[in-house]
């Protein structure tokens, strides 16, 4: 059978992806951000996985006002870089995986969460940064990836809760797949930020490390925080983290096993207008 072995949180910073491709991520000002992420990428080469099931949040790139699902699964055989601002990354396609994706479809849609199924679908720096920041600049991606797109940018946006919940559905589903496949799954976005309005340039450090917290201690607790909560403390674009609750809430522990490993814990302020959070969890 599959197993979800751990869970990555990672921060999307667009201007991380462009540092990287524009070549100054030694330069001062980004030298302490890429640092944070050293151990991630050797524990990423130890640690490979056969697949990874991606968590991140579309910026209007392959979605738009005109269609706004709360929850899509990418099923395609391959994915293409895209983006707003900047352009498309010089990065490598990301190849899917069509029957895995396809058997959690199944599993999580017969659980009660109505996904939508997305078998054509650009992705932008929500996804691909992360793959960076832990995988560096290869001409491939390690593995293949299955994007799951969550709507955390468009009002109304599904609750800590139900993230969390989802999560649990998720693992079942990827631990019911006839295959011994060795499953990441990643929470990104966050964390604490806000890139409009009055109070543009919000940070909260406190919030932040207390979220890191009671992410790896009590996530029960921490997924009945409502969203208003995280618009108030963290900013408008603070509500990204509640997509670190699905990666949380398929971990085994939830399910009644023993807690994870943190086999990392990073934060830094500032990148770009963000604070950066990167916690590495291992399932024992
Ligand atoms: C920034 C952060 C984001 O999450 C995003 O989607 C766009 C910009 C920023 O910090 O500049
Ligand atoms: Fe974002």
Redesign the pocket.
């Known amino acids: 059978m599959a197993k979800i072995t751990a869970s990555v949180y990672t921060?999307?910073?667009?201007?991380i992806g462009a540092a990287l491709d524009l070549g100054k991520s030694g330069e001062p000002y980004w030298q302490p951000v890429f640092k944070g992420y050293d151990f991630s990428k050797h524990w990423m080469v130890e640690n490979k996985p056969d697949v990874i099931f991606l968590v991140y949040?579309d910026?209007a790139t392959a979605f738009s006002l005109e269609m706004i699902p709360t929850f899509a699964i990418g099923t395609a055989a391959e994915f293409t870089p895209a983006d707003e601002?900047w352009g498309p990354r010089p990065v490598p396609v990301v190849q899917g995986h069509p029957e895995l994706a396809a058997h959690i479809a199944q599993s999580v849609i017969q659980q009660d969460f109505d996904l939508t199924i997305v078998n054509k679908m650009d992705v932008d720096?929500?996804l691909t940064v992360p793959l960076s920041l832990m995988c560096g600049q290869p001409q491939a991606w390690p593995c293949p990836v299955i994007p799951f797109a969550v709507n955390v940018v468009q009002y109304p946006v599904p609750s800590g809760r139900r993230c969390f919940e989802l999560g649990k559905a998720i693992r079942k589903a990827i631990e019911s797949f006839d295959k011994p496949l060795n499953v990441q799954i990643w929470g990104t976005?966050?964390m604490s930020?806000q890139?409009q309005g009055p109070r543009a340039g919000l940070i909260n450090r406190e919030f932040d490390n207390a979220f890191l917290d009671q992410l790896i201690a009590d996530p029960e607790a921490l997924a009945s925080k409502p969203h208003i909560d995280y618009v108030r403390e963290a900013g408008s674009?603070g509500i990204?983290l509640v997509m670190w609750l699905i990666a949380r809430g398929a971990m085994a522990d939830v399910a009644g096993g023993p807690a994870p490993k943190v086999a990392h814990r990073f934060y830094h302020v500032p990148?770009?207008?963000?604070a950066v959070g990167h916690l590495i969890l291992e399932n024992k």
Do not use: D, Q, Y
């Not at 921060?11 to 201007?15: D, G, T």
């Not at 990148?271 to 963000?274: G, I």
């Open positions: 921060s999307h910073v667009p201007a949040n910026h601002g720096h929500g976005g966050g930020h890139l674009e990204e990148a770009s207008n963000t």
